[in-house]
């Protein structure tokens, strides 16, 4: 659904995006991940045929953001992070008008906008005008008005930026019930575990480039290494240290748990547990420890500065 070869965009003398190339099939979801002035908005500009690319190539919806400038437009949903809400509008006026410009019918139009603002908890606030709203609500009408005429491709930048707790839920759920076998998601966000919550791929920006990209276990496992487990014990050791084999490393230990690392199949440890069990230890769990999205960003970023890229 959205396919870029080498992307690049100059602005004089400066590469704000430098050899992006991204693979979005229909039914996934892709978080772009990086600091301000990564190049995110910019490449999701020239997703929108806003701005010309510099060099390299993209096609969205099958168009190319070149050549089929209009109907590229005409296949996106965009959330901008400048929302360009018009404040004298009624809400449902204001969808109405964007509804006028997709060409849709009067009868469809009414319906879509009520689904729209019923599924975003606005339905009775539609004749209110979009500069009463709060910043969640105006949120929740911008996201409205990107799927008004239920495209095919969604590019939204932090959509739930400035939502309180229970909006944004309600939004992330929303974007989980837009996935389909028809539909692409680019999510733009610096909130990783909403990220990580909804997408399926990741692709980390610095400088205009992609750093590390994969599904989030992809990029755990290749930037994190092998992961870490902790074995709970039913009472303190005192002092004990217990017998391990000789393929695992102890990470660490408290008074009544240890933590261990292992280049092994997570088979192997039924063998731990057999091995603490026979010195008649307490054990009473083993669980992996969760490893975050930050963990995997934080250790990206720290990577790329080692290689020279600052």
């Not at 609500?137 to 939502?163: F, G, I, W, Y």
Request: charged letters at 25%.
């Amino acid at each position: 659904m959205i396919i870029t070869q080498d992307l690049g965009k100059r602005f004089d003398d400066f590469w704000a995006v430098d050899g992006i190339s991204i693979h979005v099939k229909a039914g996934e979801v892709l978080a772009l991940l990086g600091p301000n002035g990564a190049g995110k908005t910019t490449t999701v500009r020239i997703l929108t045929s806003v701005l010309r690319p510099t060099r390299g190539e993209a096609r969205v919806a099958g168009f190319d953001v070149l050549k089929d400038a209009d109907k590229v437009r005409a296949s996106v949903g965009i959330l901008t992070e400048q929302h360009g809400l018009y404040g004298r509008m009624p809400a449902i006026d204001y969808l109405d008008f964007f509804g006028q410009v997709y060409g849709i019918s009067p009868e469809k139009r009414l319906r879509r906008i009520h689904h729209l603002l019923d599924q975003f908890g606005l339905l009775t606030e539609g004749h209110r005008r979009v500069g009463e709203f709060s910043k969640g609500m105006s949120q929740k009408l911008a996201l409205a008005r990107a799927l008004l005429h239920n495209p095919p491709v969604l590019l939204l930048d932090e959509p739930t930026s400035a939502m309180d707790p229970e909006s944004a839920r309600l939004v992330r759920n929303s974007i989980q019930d837009l996935r389909s076998a028809s539909r692409a998601v680019v999510i733009c966000t610096h909130n990783l575990a909403e990220a990580e919550e909804l997408a399926d791929q990741i692709a980390i920006i610095r400088q205009g480039r992609i750093i590390a990209k994969g599904s989030p276990n992809s990029l755990k496992a290749s930037l994190l290494g092998s992961p870490e487990y902790e074995v709970k014990f039913g009472s303190s050791l005192n002092g004990c240290d217990p017998i391990l084999p000789s393929f695992i490393t102890l990470t660490g230990r408290g008074s009544d748990w240890i933590r261990y690392k292992t280049s092994q199949q997570p088979e192997v440890n039924t063998v731990i547990l057999r091995a603490l069990l026979e010195q008649d230890l307490p054990v009473v769990g083993l669980v992996e420890v969760p490893r975050s999205l930050e963990q995997v960003y934080l250790q990206a970023i720290s990577a790329s500065n080692k290689e020279g890229d600052i």
